[in-house]
């Protein structure tokens, strides 16, 4: 593989993986079938609690390798940037404040192969069908660039791409999130909104697309504060857009107006299949990519999707929670529309404001437990502890009906429509005034020696 070291890309991070920590990468040679193997395999090696990343050589119906569980593991992504496991979420927040300009190049690796028009095909992409409850083959590792037609500002996101022909997709825009909006201002004008689906990139810019904060902010400059570097971009070949010049593959494409087509069912990251429904069509009129391209599958419902998510998430929720109680001290996702708060409360109803706070930081989120700094969010039987010893039901539970969740929850009435719930589980009115905790003396804790009774 060329271009290494010199960009902070795929391949440049696949090969310091190898270089440092050989276990962490498996390079399969024997042929896979991409309906249903190439899943089976990650999932076979999840129940024996393995996430190494794994290079797919030979797939079946295509000649482009696939690499899977990128961001299969804390450790992975803490290598990504350039911090521990345990600082993932304090750095991923130190580098939202800094914001660094992208880098305009006039060619890059990502053009070393053009197909347009009659070219293009996405049927010769891997076709993988992730389940056997999907409509068909996905692309889950695409990254939606766009801009906003009314400001002009940049969007990355993660939109699950069905394939639909040659040169046909079906995108799943999420209701009431940024590409949805642009898609909508667009269509509010007759026109279509272009599109770039990026496939193959560093993790650390892979992070950066799943930033969930202000459209007013710019997920490129995300991107490139995560990579420590700007994040050198090129014009595509048919779209007044700008992509990472060191991706693999670009689709450019357009989202056309007042069109829609059936989409789905497709196993979800909520562990659920979802049913068919009406959405966008994106039409590739170009494909660019490196010559020996490798493509990019998010096992998805597996690690590799489920903390790529959280932990930008995590950082969103506590960056909004901290500008409503300072004191905030740590924040999971721990399940599906779950958020674990815990603070360091310091006058009565703080509790409550963090749950205000989090509700409103983040579309996805229905449940959000807010305990006292003493709990360890990341261990769930502390959490279950407080809410056993510390919440009164009928005083400390707040829902809200009637607002917008995730249209991906299978438990809603109407698409995406759902009750919000949180719970104060902090002790009433404070920690210090809560009936105490009953402790062995820790200095004696520390001073005997089972040796001396067992
Ligand atoms: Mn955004």
Partial sequence: MEGKGLQMDLRAFMDE??????????RIRKPVHPRFELTAVVAKLEQQRRRPLLYFERVEGTSFPVVCNLTASRTRLARAMRTTPAGLVQRYLQVLHEGVEPHRVDTGPVKQVILRDEQVNLLDLPQIVHHQEDAGPYVTAGIAIARD??????????????????????????TGKHLWEFYRR?????????VALVIGVHPAVELGAVHTGSIQEDEL????????????VVRCETLDLWVPAHAEIVLEGVLLPHVREEEGPFGE??????????????????????RDAVFRDIAVGHADHLLLSSIPMEANLFRAVQAMIPSVTAVRIPAPFTAYISIQKRAVGQGVNAILAALGAELYLKWVVVVDH????????QVRWALATRVQPDRDVVILPNARGSDLDPSTLEDGVTSKIGIDAT???????????????PDLLDKIKLEDYL
């Avoid at 993986?17 to 498996?26: G, H």
């Fill in 427 to 441: 002790a009433h009115p404070s920690l210090e005034q809560f009936t105490p905790r009953h402790r062995v003396p």
């Fill in 149 to 174: 037609p009314d400001t002009g500002l940049n969007n990355a996101s993660f939109n699950r791409m069905m394939i639909k022909g040659r040169n046909k997709g079906s995108l799943h825009l999420t």
């Fill in 374 to 381: 003493d709990i360890d969010v990341f261990d769930d039987r």
């Fill in 17 to 26: 993986l190898q270089a440092e920590t050989p276990a962490d990468f498996v």
């Fill in 269 to 290: 990251f909520t562990g659920y299949a979802l049913g068919t429904r009406p959405r966008e069509i994106f039409q590739v009129q170009a494909i660019i990519h490196r």
């Fill in 186 to 194: 667009a269509e509010s004008r007759n026109q279509p909104l272009e």
């Fill in 221 to 232: 400059k995300i991107m490139g504060s995560l990579l420590g570097k700007p994040l050198e």
